[in-house]
Structures are given as C-alpha cells and as structure tokens.
C-alpha cells in the first residue's frame, strides 16, 4: 500500500504562483513515478505532469507546459508542484497519483491522494 497526502493548496491571483506538495509513505516509494491530475466541476479530469522515480524525466500537459515545475524529493518522498503564472482555468482539485512508472501514471495511476483545492481569481 501507497498512502498519498497532499497539501499546498489554496487561493491565489492570476498571474501569482502557490506550490503544492505531496508526500507519499508506504512501500517501494523511492522507486515509482508520481504525477498530478486536476479536476473541475463539470469537466473531466485532467493529466497535469508526472516524473519517473529519480527525476530524471519529466513529463507535463500542454495547457501547464512552461508554467507549472514538477520535481521531487526522494529523502522525504515528496513531490512537488510549483504553479507558476496561475490562470483562473487553473482552478480545480489537484490530485496526487502515483504508480511504478510514467506510462501508468499519465493515464492514472494506481495510488490517488485525497486532493488539495486550487482556486484562481481574476
């Protein structure tokens, strides 16, 4: 088992920044790939980023590329999200997810946190 907590979240302006973190416990949790989704109301949940055990790649959507910063730090089993130039369609449940690699991950891993709410205002 894979336990998944994430915090960080909050409100911010458009164009400010807030950092979400997401620390995992269980077990083999140096080795497998964790990422982020987002949900809105009323819209399907959306891939944000993922990086593979050792945060050698990294992986983001199109809609957060050059905005959002996915990294993590092995020692304390947390990964991180840095949401740069924030935009009121930001808005939304970020969601920790983790599995044994990318692949899985970017489609939805089998671990999910409990989720942490981002709201942006215009």
């Known amino acids: 088992q894979v336990h998944l907590v994430e915090s960080g979240g909050g409100s911010a302006q458009a164009g400010g920044s807030l950092r979400l973190s997401c620390a995992a416990s269980g077990d083999t949790l140096r080795l497998i790939a964790m990422g982020w989704f987002r949900q809105a109301p009323g819209k399907e949940r959306e891939f944000v980023a993922a990086i593979n055990f050792n945060g050698e790649f990294t992986y983001y959507a199109d809609s957060v590329k050059g905005r959002f910063t996915i990294s993590r730090d092995n020692a304390t089993n947390t990964v991180f999200l840095q949401m740069n130039s924030l935009k009121p369609e930001d808005t939304a449940d970020y969601l920790c997810?983790?599995?044994?690699?990318?692949?899985?991950?970017?489609?939805?891993?089998?671990?999910w946190g409990q989720g942490t709410q981002v709201t942006v205002s215009s």
């Open positions: 997810n983790a599995d044994q690699t990318t692949v899985l991950v970017k489609r939805g891993g089998k671990y």
